[in-house]
Nanobody, 115 residues
Framework: QVQLVESGGGLVQAGGSLRLSCAAS????????MGWFRQAPGKQRELVAT???????NYADSVKGRFTISRANAKNTVYLQMNSLKPEDTAVYYC?????????WGEGTLVTVSS
């Protein structure tokens, strides 16, 4: 079993910054890919960014140049630094970790960007 706990969401004005964290615990393979996804009201969940154990990253076009994903492998923790936030970034942000054919998700953390 794998557990994921997100933190760091909140209310911020447009142009502001937030840093999300996701801590994973349980039976976790040494090589893995952790990712951030988000779901806005009335929309489907979408990819924000992913990062492998070796540090290879991938970003959605909508966040490139504004968001940075990073991780601390020793802590099984992934971070999402979000800068220059826009109202359209408002969503519940979820952490995901695939393990042994199962996609594990956190419960999400709400990010609200006011205009």
């Amino acid at each position: 079993q794998v557990q994921l706990v997100e933190s760091g969401g909140g209310l911020v004005q447009a142009g502001g910054s937030l840093r999300l964290s996701c801590a994973a615990s349980g039976r976790i393979a040494s090589l893995n890919v952790m990712g951030w996804f988000r779901q806005a009201p009335g929309k489907q969940r979408e990819l924000v960014a992913t990062i492998t154990t070796l540090g290879t990253t991938n970003y959605a076009d909508s966040v490139k140049g504004r968001f940075t994903i990073s991780r601390a492998n020793a802590k099984n923790t992934v971070y999402l630094q979000m800068n220059s936030l826009k109202p359209e970034d408002t969503a519940v942000y979820y952490c995901k970790l695939p393990q042994s054919g199962v996609d594990y998700w956190g419960e999400g953390t709400l990010v609200t960007v006011s205009s």
